[in-house]
Structures are given as C-alpha cells and as structure tokens.
C-alpha cells in the first residue's frame, strides 16, 4: 500500500485523537484529483462516522464508489452507515459486496455482525464475530463485537467478563474502558461502571458520550441513590421475589403485623426508587454545569 | 462453494411505531393487576416489538390459561385470600411468559438504540381495569 500523503496523513492523526471537524478542514485542502480518491473517502467517511453524521456518510461513500469503484473498505463505511439510518436491508447488501471482493476482512466482518445483532440475529453475528476472531483474535474491534454480540443475545455476565478482558489486554483503549462501564453498568455495578466511563473520558477527553455517562453514573454513585443499589444489583424480577416472599411469609407464619410493616416499607421503598432518580438527576445536573 | 453465512438474511425493520416498554417491569401491573393485566400488556407490547403471530398468541392464551386457573381456585376454596394470591401468581407466572418472548427483542431494539417508553400510567391503568375486571368476572362466573 502507498505512503499517505502528509495532508492524508494528519487528518488520519486527527481522527485517532477523536478530532474530526479538524480533519475535514485538511481533507479540504486537498487538490479535486485527491480528494475523490480510495484514500481521502476513506478518511472522509470515518470523520462524519465520528460526528455520527450517517446519511453524509452514505453521501461520501457512495460518490468514493462511484469514483473508484468497489472498495472493501468504502462498502463497510456505507453499510455501516446506512445501518445507522435505519436502511438494513440496504446495509446488508453493502457489507455482502463488501465480504464478497474480501471474504477475511476483520472490520467487515465485524460490522456485519454489528447490524446482524441489532437486527435480532444475535447467533449468526456471534458466528460472523468468531470468525473474525479466528483471522485476528486480539483486534480491538473483535473484542468490541464481541462484547456487544453478547449484550445483545442477553448474556450480560459474559459481557462484562469479556470487557474486563478487552481492557487488561489494552489497559489505553478508551473503547475497552467504556465497554466495561457500560456492561457493569448494565449489572448494577455503579462503581465500576463509574469508573470505566471515568477512564474512557479521561482518554478520549473530546468524546461526549463517555463524559455524558460517566456523570450519569456519578448521579447513580450520590449517597441517595444508595438504598437503590440492591434492586440495581439484582434486577426487579429478583428483589419484588424476596420482598413478595417476605411479605406472605410473615403472614403465614402468623405474624401479620411485622408483614404490614414490611408491605409499608416495600411501598415507601418503591414509591422513593420512582421519585428520587429523575429529581436527584435534575438537581444534580443543574448544579454540576 | 457459497458461504452460508455471507446469504442476506435480514428483513427490513417495520417504520419505527411507538417505543416499546421494558419487558421487566410488565412484571409490576402483572403482580397488582393479575393474569389478564399481564398478558393485555404483553400482547401490546409484543405488538411494538413487531413480535410474530404465534408467540402474542400465545402470549394471550397464557393469560387465558392464568385467568382459567383463578377461576378454578375461586370455585373450589372459600375465602378471599386464595384467590387474590392466585391473581399474583398467576399475573407473574404469565410476566414471565412475556418476559421469555420480549427479552431478546427488546435487546435488539436498545441495541439498535431505541428508548424504552414509560409504563406507568398504562401499567397503573391496566392493574386497576384488568383488575377490576377479573374481580367482576370471578363474582358474576362462580361467586
């Protein structure tokens, strides 16, 4: 493969540092015979991919084709993209050429068993991602996919067990980081869902989304927010069993008074796990900005 | 030989309608409301998810069948205490079978990013009216 060109080169730097208003400016600066080039879509689409700016991207991808004709890399930008617009079917059909012209790319790969998975096809995408696996089983975006296969089929305790790995095989991901909030998070696990956005934020300072949910979490870690914890922890399903089984047990063993005091309790406790979250949010938020 | 992995399988989505609610928390209207509370809610939901035919059938017939259940206890036993802890019972076994079918769509669709909507006023509203309803059906049927 060539060299990229020095301006190619800084907005790819640009886009590794999350800046991708910046690396357009510079892929602006490029002469016409350049900028419609394999190289410059590329890096064109995966700057508006950063600014989730997706129906640019279908824009981007599908002139880099035209221009160039098919390219494995510029089908997967399209497809994701058009995935993200909610045109699936369209998506598919992208990634397929895509896989077609090359059959072992990893990121295809990948991102095929992204849309698979967020179309309901949670087994054929955990296929798809062990595959990729098999060609580069220590790829980052293999251990994303993954991840997000699991969450997807509902295996949350898999999730986090394999984020846990991502992040000890690449301790500067901030990918990895966020994984791993986000999966704890999902389990009830605020500190170490706090912590996971915490350090992703703090590694990609420019990525919003990771700041946004490491001050959700914050608000999660707030003293009131303690008693909640268990039901968080647990699951509903589980904590209305036990406070269910409390209840009826007390009154059939012939305590009915300890049993309504324990069915009081349980209201309060339900009524302050609907109000407190969204007013403590609001007032935490308006204090924190 | 062609790859079976790499043959187009997926359907396009139907044209987002409104948001599903969180299958779990059918699980609170189903304990306050009984049975049919749950599997009207199911069904509804199961609607939203774009669930197929087949499973909000069955989905309804749980209900049916948890409905059938307390009306049985309610003709064989005396008493009130059997049969409203058989509306609890039955509204969360038929949560469950609500939760078995919803709980893999409904990842999907945060998956894809969707935001679940709130229960409250209908799950408030189908706990009372279902079991309003239930209460009615069980003095008209065998009381």
Redesign the interface.
Known sequence: MSALTPVLARAEALLQTNRPQEALAELATLPPAEAVGVPATRLRCAALAQMDRWEAVVHAATAGLAASGPDPDLLRHLGRAEHRC????V???AL?DG??LA?QDVELLCTYAD????????D?AA??VE?AAALAPEAPIVYATRI?VA????DDKGAQRMSREFVAAYPEHPTAHALLGGTSAVRGQVDTAYEGYRQAAASMPTEQAFAESALELRIARHPLMLPLRPALRF???KT?AVA?ALI?GLRAIGQPVLSAIVGLLWLVYCVYS?VVPPLLRRFLRRNWH | MQDELFNPTIREQPAPGKPPWRPESIFYPAFFGGPLAAAALGVLNGGRLALPTPQLAAIGAAGLVGFGARLAIAASVDGNAPVRYGAMIAGILVSLVVLAFQRKPFRAYTYRGGEPASLVGPGIAAAIGFGVLEAILILALVR
């Open positions: 909610g045109r699936s079917q998506a598919e059909r397929l896989l077609a059959p849309v698979c998975a967020a179309n309901g096809q949670a054929k296929k798809l595959r997000q969450y997807a089929s509902g699951g509903v399903l209305w269910a009826f609907w």
